[in-house]
């Protein structure tokens, strides 16, 4: 298994890298996430990597952080999304957002990425609607927005709606909704009002 490679990067495209290490050149399929946090040709680079062998196929996919190569592990974990589609989803947003949608039973944002039908987007949400943390999520969506801290006001929105007797992950879901809906929402109080306006 190859786990990363660094080197210098000789070519990059919105889909594709190449990396030269030890006078060996790999090409890499990468996410949009990726190619966006990739230096300037001819710069040394270090990619994580997911090595895909199939029968008929030999695949090199590199990421440019840990939280990428995971989303992709668990979206590949899914039936019926294969490496491809999986950096297709990756290249349709932030990690952040891909996983608050997840969080969110958000169907209809995943399924408006390209090549991913409704039904493939369901099936994502019900596999991996437990295996995605809707605080991390969201807390890395509010950081990518400039908002650090949101993680405890968050976490304390939880165990509001919680003590009004809203289990775990239904709490969950509807403080991703309603950040999702409201994202300009930066207190407890207005995330736990507008989660228990969309009841």
């Known amino acids: 298994m190859i786990y990363s490679i660094r080197g210098e990067l000789v070519e990059k495209e919105p889909t594709r890298a190449v990396v030269e290490a030890a006078g060996v050149g790999y090409e890499l399929l990468i996410p949009l996430s990726t190619y966006e946090r990739l230096p300037k040709t001819g710069a040394q680079v ?6 895909s062998v199939r029968e008929d196929d030999e695949l090199l996919f590199g990421f440019a952080s840990a939280a990428e190569k995971d989303l992709f592990a668990k979206l590949t974990a899914v039936g019926g999304v294969g490496p491809k589609m999986a950096i297709a989803i990756l290249s349709g947003g932030s990690v952040g957002e891909l996983c608050l949608a997840i969080a969110g039973g958000n169907a209809k944002r995943i399924s408006s990425i390209k090549g991913v039908g409704k039904k493939t987007a369901e099936k994502i ?17 509010q950081r990518a927005a400039g908002r650090d801290g949101a993680a405890p006001i968050l976490r304390d929105a939880i165990l509001a709606l919680s003590a009004l007797g809203f289990g775990e992950e239904t709490a969950n879901k509807m403080v991703s909704e309603a950040i999702a ?3 300009e929402a930066q207190d407890t109080e207005t995330i736990v009002r507008l989660a228990l306006a969309r009841k």
């Not at 270090?46 to 090595?51: A, N, R």
């Not at 991996?128 to 809707?134: E, F, G």
């Open 46 to 51: 270090k990619l994580l990597t997911f090595h």
């Open 181 to 183: 809906g409201n994202p």
């Open 125 to 141: 949400l019900i596999e991996l609607k437990d295996k995605v943390n809707a605080i991390a999520a969201l807390s890395s969506t």
